[in-house]
Each structure stands twice: as structure tokens, then as C-alpha cells.
């Protein structure tokens, strides 16, 4: 009978420390796609810079040390709102309310799936060749490629020939 009570007070202490919303997933992935999320102004969303979970790896909620943008930040609520103040151009939230918790909710869940599939960044297209003006020669027109002496007036090759030693035996 003791074991069953203290067993009953572990459960109610346990079911009674844990937050009492601990965020919707659902309602955090619709947050994380809209871009209008923290009144954002310039048409992106946190889906716009981390398209398949990019750059929220699963240590993301164990992460000692967190920086966004060169600025330090003491929880990963701050560094939701930097990113909604800088690259959506929209206003914080609360970082206790409802649309962080829901929005964390989900980050986890994202962080963590292991068959996500980020996308790999398409490759810029190859820019093709410009055309070019046919190259100018840089020689004399009497130059002979060959042997690089001129063309004797008169036409000629303007080769000479050379006694060289018999090299057959």
C-alpha cells in the first residue's frame, strides 16, 4: 500500500512540474511557414532561411552557447526573435507566450525527425559563353608562324635548309 502512494505522489509530482503547455507542434509548424508571423513585413518566414530544418541540428535545444547575426543570446526564444525583428522585419513575441511555446514545440520536433531531408541549395545556372570578336592577330602578316622569320619578299618559305649529320647506320 506505501509503494502505491508513493508511486501516486512520483506520477502527481511529476505530471504536476511539467509545463502546462508545452506548445502545439502543429500550431508552431503553420507559425514557422507564415509570412506574416510576428507581424513580419518583407514576405519571408523562418521557413524562408531554414527550409527543411536547415541549420537546426538536434543538439539545438542543448547548445551551450547561442548566436545568431554576431549577437549572443541567453535562450532560443531570443534567437526566434532576432530572426523575426531581422530577416522577416517583423516585431518579437513574447518569448513565454503561446506562438513561442507552439513554435519551439515544433523547432523540437523538426530538429529531431530523423527522416527529415534538408534540400540541398540549387546551384546557380552556368552563365553561358560570351561570344567573342574573332581575335586579332598580334604578328606582322609577313611572319611565318612556323619558323617565326619573315617571309622573304618575293614569296618563299624562308626556311633554310640544314646539313645535319647522317643518323642512320
Known amino acids: 500500500m506505501k ?3 508513493v508511486l501516486a505522489m512520483a506520477v502527481v509530482l511529476v505530471v504536476g512540474l511539467s509545463p502546462a503547455n508545452a506548445g502545439d507542434a502543429e ?6 511557414e507564415s509570412r506574416t508571423f510576428g507581424d513580419g513585413t518583407n514576405g519571408k518566414s523562418c521557413k524562408s532561411c531554414h527550409i527543411g530544418g536547415k541549420n537546426l541540428g538536434p ?3 542543448e547548445r551551450k552557447k547561442l548566436s545568431i547575426m554576431g549577437q549572443e543570446q541567453d535562450s532560443l526564444a ?5 530572426c523575426i ?3 522577416m522585419g517583423g516585431t518579437p513575441i513574447d518569448p513565454n507566450g503561446e506562438q513561442m511555446e507552439d513554435l519551439l514545440a515544433y523547432l523540437k520536433a523538426l530538429a529531431t525527425d530523423p ?7 540549387p546551384k546557380p545556372p552556368k552563365k553561358p559563353m560570351a ?7 598580334r604578328r606582322a602578316p609577313d611572319d611565318d608562324i612556323i619558323s617565326g ?9 624562308g626556311y633554310k635548309e640544314l646539313d645535319l649529320p647522317d643518323t642512320e647506320q
Open 27 to 32: 500550431k508552431g509548424k503553420a507559425l514557422f
Open 3 to 5: 509503494k502505491m502512494i
Open 115 to 121: 527522416n527529415r531531408v534538408i534540400p540541398e541549395k
Open 149 to 157: 622569320t619573315q617571309v622573304p619578299p618575293g614569296g618563299g618559305s
Open 131 to 137: 561570344k567573342r570578336s574573332p581575335r586579332k592577330s
Open 85 to 87: 525583428k531581422q530577416p
Open 59 to 61: 543538439d539545438l535545444f
Open 78 to 82: 531570443g534567437i526566434v526573435n532576432v
